[in-house]
């Protein structure tokens, strides 16, 4: 059994069943999945070596099934759902989910959608989204606890206070944040139309824009405009290195550099092209070149690897040398056990109070109404 634990062999426990027996022991089953196989183990532990449950800790009880990803397109039949993903997650979920795709995209198919249950498979400002524009639908998240850097560099107090401070600007702000904060804005915007949108606003009038200021900086550059800038940063964009990027571009002389706005603008110097994950997508399936880095978050390259079999994609480095560092920890939350367990039990459920809801409807709808012809997939280039 040792050599399950060699990487770069991924394990899995996918299922817990215990029975307590003799002599103060337990003896657990547990689900193994290895290169897609599946097995099962029994471990022994004595009483002395079992943590017990802490309050805020709740054990799944649930059994799952042997076969997860039928059980679960079987559910999504029953339930009349549809599962929603982004493309950072996992690429089990992803080639169960019914749609994968960008916020702009994701934000779209939500506000569309007949099936009466929404599964979001994505951190929870984007099941907020969902939400907000799909209020009859009942919107489920795997695990709540999916946040995001971004959201939570951008307390609603704080944004408020921002806001006041000027009293002029048009606040443009990132899809990437709580309710809350969206409906104190006056345009909520994502990477796929943020420069398309920050263009369309009265030449005349400043902007705030808010969290990331990455992406702030990045449309700043690209419309020409003066931002005032939040100081928000997406903590999986920072940990590229620059060193490093210029490192793997020296030995891979041929190679395009794809990034994603977020990146900090010492990484974006060195990108050929720069967009959502969307965009990033179309551009690996466009491009003339055989071996592209890609400096995004890493799940993105399970879509990429299918859409450009033939081709080279290397994750850009972080200062190890390695690109292991460029996974998003919220999205990560999200398993194929919890898509399971959230589809039996209709929970963790998103709900938000109406007149929240409300308020934070209308710059969505603002959104997608002042960028209802882009088409994320479609390429701009870097200037
Ligand atoms: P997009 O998919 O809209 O490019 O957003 C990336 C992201 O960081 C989502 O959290
Ligand atoms: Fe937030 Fe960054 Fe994770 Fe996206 S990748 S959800 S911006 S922390």
């Given at each position: 059994m040792a050599m399950l634990y060699q990487p770069p062999t991924r394990l899995a426990i996918l299922a817990v069943n215990s029975v307590n027996c003799r002599n103060s022991a337990q003896n657990r089953r547990y689900a193994i999945a290895i290169?897609?196989?599946?097995?099962?183990?029994?471990?022994?532990?004595?009483?002395?070596?079992?943590?017990?449950?802490?309050?805020?800790?709740?054990?799944?009880?649930?059994?799952?099934?042997?076969?997860?990803?039928?059980?679960?397109?079987?559910?999504?039949?029953?339930?009349?759902?549809?599962?929603?993903?982004h493309y950072y997650q996992e690429g089990e979920i992803q080639d169960l989910a019914d749609f994968v795709g960008d916020s702009l995209d994701l934000s779209r198919k939500a506000a569309a959608t007949d099936a009466e249950v929404i599964v979001f498979c994505g951190v929870r400002f984007m099941a907020e989204v969902a939400k907000i524009l799909s209020p009859d639908r009942l919107v489920l998240l795997p695990d709540l606890r999916a946040g995001c850097s971004l959201e939570s560099s951008c307390p609603p107090d704080q944004f408020r206070a921002f806001r006041a401070?000027?009293?002029?600007?048009?606040a443009v702000t990132y899809i990437n944040c709580s309710a809350e904060v969206k409906a104190m804005s006056d345009v909520i915007v994502t990477s796929s139309n943020a420069v398309a949108i920050v263009n369309q606003l009265p030449a005349d009038?400043?902007?705030?824009?808010?969290?990331?200021?990455?992406?702030?900086?990045?449309?700043?550059?690209?419309?020409?405009?003066?931002?005032?800038?939040?100081?928000?940063?997406?903590?999986?964009?920072?940990?590229?290195?620059?060193?490093?990027?210029?490192?793997?571009?020296?030995?891979?002389?041929?190679?395009?550099?794809?990034?994603?706005?977020?990146?900090?603008?010492?990484?974006?110097a060195y990108a050929d092209f720069i967009g959502s994950t969307a965009q990033l997508l179309a551009r690996v399936k466009a491009s003339p070149a055989d071996t592209i880095i890609i400096a995004t978050e890493s799940h993105i390259l399970h879509q990429m690897r299918k859409a450009a079999p033939d081709k080279t994609l290397i994750g850009a480095p972080g200062v190890d040398g390695s690109c292991s560092c460029n996974n998003c920890p919220y999205m990560a939350m999200n398993t194929l056990e919890k898509l399971y367990r959230c589809m039996i039990s209709r929970s963790p459920r998103i709900d938000l109070p109406e007149p929240l809801r409300l308020a934070a409807a209308k710059p969505l709808q603002r959104m997608l109404e002042m960028s209802a012809a882009i088409n994320p997939a479609a390429l701009t280039r870097k200037d």
């Open positions: 290169g897609g196989k599946r097995s099962y183990i029994s471990l022994m532990m004595h009483e002395s070596t079992m943590v017990a449950p802490s309050a805020d800790v709740v054990l799944p009880t649930t059994p799952l099934p042997h076969e997860l990803p039928a059980a679960i397109t079987a559910l999504k039949q029953q339930m009349n759902a549809v599962i929603l993903a401070a000027h009293p002029d600007h048009i009038k400043p902007i705030l824009f808010a969290p990331d200021r990455h992406l702030g900086a990045w449309v700043a550059r690209q419309t020409g405009r003066q931002l005032t800038l939040w100081p928000g940063s997406c903590i999986v964009h920072l940990q590229f290195s620059e060193r490093e990027l210029v490192q793997l571009r020296v030995r891979h002389p041929g190679a395009e550099v794809l990034a994603h706005p977020e990146c900090p603008e010492e990484i974006l």
